[in-house]
């Protein structure tokens, strides 16, 4: 049973244009979001991240909405640049008692900025 | 900052033999690292949490005899996968997370390895 859900594969967007790539959990013990960017054979790397306290987090062009009762999040990309062609991976986690635990991913949407 | 490497980067490896994969943390202190596993076109999947010092945690699945990890220093971390058959052929990648600095819950992640069992 997949707690990280990104139904969209790829996405194609104008360069330009505002890219929304979005993610679904199931899971209500993930207190922590977080958005990495990938290229093929390469490690993650991160983008952007976001508490559950929170409802919205922005860097520079990266803007990540956090809507929990619809256990909800999205990524959104504005403006859109070619080197933003990646593929794009949501994760969550929880707190126990140890630590932060390890990273859930979700399968990765494949953005193309089309220019 | 954040730098995490990984060593070796690609490696072919007949069945039956161990292969060992390193992880570094280079330029900071890690007491968590973590050990992930890509399928080709899958999501990364957790495999274990290695802490500095004790026994790794191994994920429901993860057989904690044939991936053995140990982590004895705050800056290394090593997968050993003993006894490789074609179905462990997969992209390993570790992450490690900043004792100091990052929050708790962020991850830096090594550039992975592929490895390739014939």
């Known amino acids: 049973d997949q707690q990280v859900k990104q139904n969209s594969p790829s996405l194609s967007v104008q360069e330009g244009r505002i890219s929304i790539l979005n993610c679904d959990y199931t899971?209500?013990?993930?207190?922590?979001f977080l958005w990495y960017k990938k290229y093929p054979a390469e490690g993650p790397t991160f983008l952007i991240s976001?508490?559950?306290?929170?409802d919205k987090n922005e860097d520079g062009r990266f803007t990540v909405f956090l809507n929990k009762s619809a256990k909800h999040l999205s990524l959104h990309i504005v403006p859109s640049q070619p080197g933003d062609s990646a593929v794009y991976f949501c994760?969550?986690?929880?707190?126990?008692?140890?630590?932060?635990?390890?990273?859930?991913f979700g399968k990765g949407t494949h953005l193309i900025i089309q220019p | 900052g954040a730098v995490v490497s990984q060593h070796p980067s690609w490696v072919i490896c007949k069945s039956g033999t161990s292969v060992k994969i390193e992880c570094r943390s280079l330029?900071?202190?890690?007491?968590?690292m973590f050990w992930y596993r890509q399928f080709p076109k899958q999501s990364l999947m957790l495999m274990a949490t290695?802490?500095?010092?004790?026994?790794?945690?191994?994920e429901q699945g993860v057989e904690k005899d044939k991936f053995l990890i140990n982590h004895a220093s705050l800056t290394l971390s090593t997968l050993t996968v003993t006894s490789a058959h074609p179905e462990d052929s997969s992209f390993y990648i570790c992450?490690?997370?900043?004792?100091?600095?990052?929050?708790?819950?962020?991850?830096?992640f090594g550039p992975g390895t592929r490895l390739t069992v014939t």
């Open positions: 994760a969550a986690s929880s707190y126990s008692g140890g630590g932060a635990d390890g990273l859930t």
């Open positions: 290695s802490n500095e010092g004790s026994k790794a945690t191994y």
């Open positions: 330029d900071f202190q890690a007491t968590t």
């Open positions: 976001i508490s559950s306290i929170k």
């Open positions: 899971n209500s013990m993930f207190d922590y």
């Open positions: 992450s490690a997370r900043d004792r100091l600095w990052a929050s708790v819950y962020e991850q830096y």
